[in-house]
């Protein structure tokens, strides 16, 4: 069974068409003049236990919402949710004690009081046993580097520190199920690697289910071997992370060191889009030849020093299908076709 079944979620708001204040806005209601406003429309899918999947889609395209009614903040319009065998809005306390999440704008910790202060009411809260939470804590203590900054008060931690907090806090119960919203926001490139680590240490260790939203697509590219992609409240991609760049991501980059300066380059099945001196970089298509064909190409006809391969970025690709949408397709996960994405990344060959 999955550790989370969606079917069919819907949550429909009521927004008065007129404002004038709330008393106004509560008089517009109360007359039937308002509009239905659909965050989330009809979505569904399954989560099995221990997966990583990253959840994204642009401001407003109903992530929180998702968030909310899976942890039973919200109550659904229509469909069905099970989580950890429970139905969220109906068991919210029974679900409470096998879920973490962490909200990288919002604290569940106390501002000021110290942290270890606050994991250790946490601990009441979640009536966890004196011997488990010594030895959870003792175990992010070493993984998170928490002992510089436990007697330090909440308000006086920096953003990273604070965030490997939360995490501990999130954790502290021994979750089946842990929600992350934007966990590494605001962090430097040593924060980032640190909160990154802990989570595939705690997912591949203890098996912890992973659900991250969030706008940084390099958390998901390192965290993540599958994607939900929602808009306007609709699931429009439900698949792997290779996937969607080989499905949608056709165009790569073969950047070419020449032993020396030449020409424009003329190869089959490529173009030269850009030329530096002896460096030339070729865009082709996945489709049409193989990254081992082109260079096999090139090298019949030129003397070559060094070369790689540039990848579409996942980042443009999803951008791509915020914007332009997807068309259907008649096969694969997504019932949807996106435009190719073409900017590039780095990558060896």
Not at 317 to 331: A, C, H, N
Request: aromatic share 6%; glycine share 8%.
């Amino acid at each position: 069974m999955p550790i989370i079944e969606v079917a069919d979620l819907a949550k429909t708001y009521r927004v008065a068409r007129s404002r004038g204040g709330i008393l106004g806005a509560l008089r517009h209601l109360a007359a039937g003049d308002y509009r239905e406003v659909r965050a989330v429309d009809g979505i569904s899918f399954a989560i099995e236990q221990g997966e990583m999947v990253g959840y994204v889609g642009p401001n407003g395209a109903g992530k929180s919402t998702t968030i909310k009614m899976l942890t039973g903040i919200l109550v659904p319009s229509a469909g069905r949710i099970e989580v950890c065998g429970l139905v969220p809005d109906r068991q919210r306390t029974q679900l409470a004690a096998r879920i973490g999440v962490v909200f990288g704008q919002r604290t569940q910790l106390w501002w000021d009081l110290p942290l270890v202060d606050s994991l250790e009411l946490l601990r009441h809260i979640y009536r966890v046993p004196p011997d488990r939470f010594r030895a959870n804590l003792d175990h992010f203590r070493g993984l998170l580097e928490l002992d510089a900054f436990l007697p330090t008060p909440v308000r006086q931690l920096s953003l990273g520190q604070r965030m490997r907090g939360e995490l501990a806090a999130a954790l502290l119960h021994d979750p089946e199920i842990v929600y992350l919203d934007e966990p590494t926001i605001g962090l430097d490139v040593v924060g980032k690697h640190r909160i990154r680590d802990f989570l595939r240490r705690i997912n591949r260790e203890r098996g912890v289910t992973v659900l991250l939203t969030t706008h940084d697509m390099s958390d998901i590219e390192q965290l993540c071997s599958r994607l939900l992609i929602i808009d306007h409240g609709k699931l429009l991609y439900d698949g792997g992370l290779e996937e969607i760049r080989d499905r949608y991501g056709r165009e790569r980059t073969l950047v070419v060191d020449l032993a020396e300066d030449a020409g424009e380059l003329v190869v089959p099945r490529a173009a030269e889009v850009r030329a530096d001196g002896p460096r030339r970089w070729l865009r082709f298509n996945r489709a049409d030849t193989t990254a081992a064909d082109l260079i096999a190409d090139v090298a019949a006809r030129y003397r070559i020093q060094d070369l790689t391969i540039e990848e579409p970025e996942i980042e443009t690709i999803i951008r791509q299908i915020y914007e332009q949408g997807l068309s259907p397709r008649t096969s694969g996960n997504s019932p949807y076709e996106a435009t190719p994405g073409s900017e590039p990344r780095s990558s060896s060959a």
